[in-house]
T-cell receptor
Framework: QQQVKQSPQSLIVQKGGIPIINCAYE??????FPWYQQFPGKGPALLIA?????SEKKEGRFTISFNKSAKQFSLHIMDSQPGDSATYFC??????????FGSGTRLQVQP | DAGVIQSPRHEVTEMGQEVTLRCKPISGHDYLFWYRQTMMRGLELLIYFNNNVPIDDSGMPEDRFSAKMPNASFSTLKIQPSEPRDSAVYFC????????????FGSGTRLTVV
């Protein structure tokens, strides 16, 4: 019930491409879905987040798409750059517990 | 604001030894979380505190692990005795609110048990 399943495990795209990372959850009590970005040697940092009452949220080149009925959400990175190379984690939150994270996606954007 | 401060950054120890990881949360943050990161399992919640009181320790792997928060500015995660399978990066995070946003992570402690 508390799991968040994330795919793919790793992803390689060319500069300018649009990497897409997908997550799925089971627990309908989750009500907040953030994405975290982690660079090597650093802790994860909040990138963008969405609540289930909206289907899409954009911040700069980063977009979250949310499908409540399918219990799925995804991160799209428009016009990806080598500086976007990092590990990305989806997460989900319900007031009863702390953030539950997906397993992470290692993204490499090639020049 | 110095952020969440963790020490040491790296720790190499022999199997069977006691290991203590330390965390200083951001001042004013009432919530403190310990997570463990491995390639196989990603980021796993070990335990979290609210106002220095442990709220959920269901993620602590076994009795070899213990965590304390003696005051609002300091927490420790202790492993005794350590085993090679404990090798991972351990993160501390703090938050001013109970909601899912507002988590600030430290830079982590990379633990290697040989």
């Amino acid at each position: 019930q508390q799991q968040v399943k994330q795919s793919p495990q790793s992803l390689i795209v060319q500069k300018g491409g649009i990497p897409i990372i997908n997550c799925a959850y089971e627990n309908t009590a989750f009500d907040y879905f953030p994405w975290y970005q982690q660079f090597p040697g650093k802790g994860p940092a909040l990138l963008i987040a969405i609540r289930p009452d909206v289907s899409e949220k954009k911040e700069g080149r980063f977009t979250i798409s949310f499908n409540k009925s399918a219990k799925q959400f995804s991160l799209h990175i428009m016009d990806s750059q080598p500086g976007d190379s990092a590990t990305y984690f989806c997460a989900a939150f319900t007031g009863r517990r702390a953030l539950t994270f997906g397993s992470g996606t290692r993204l490499q954007v090639q020049p | 604001d110095a952020g969440v401060i963790q020490s040491p950054r790296h720790e190499v120890t022999e199997m069977g030894q006691e290991v203590t990881l330390r965390c200083k949360p951001i001042s004013g943050h009432d919530y403190l979380f310990w997570y463990r990161q491995t390639m196989m399992r990603g980021l796993e919640l070990l335990i979290y505190f609210n106002n220095n009181v442990p709220i959920d320790d269901s993620g602590m792997p076994e009795d070899r692990f213990s965590a304390k928060m003696p005051n609002a500015s300091f927490s420790t995660l202790k492993i005794q005795p350590s085993e090679p399978r404990d090798s991972a990066v351990y993160f501390c995070a703090s938050s001013p609110v109970r909601a899912g946003d507002g988590y600030t992570f430290g830079s982590g402690t990379r633990l290697t048990v040989v």
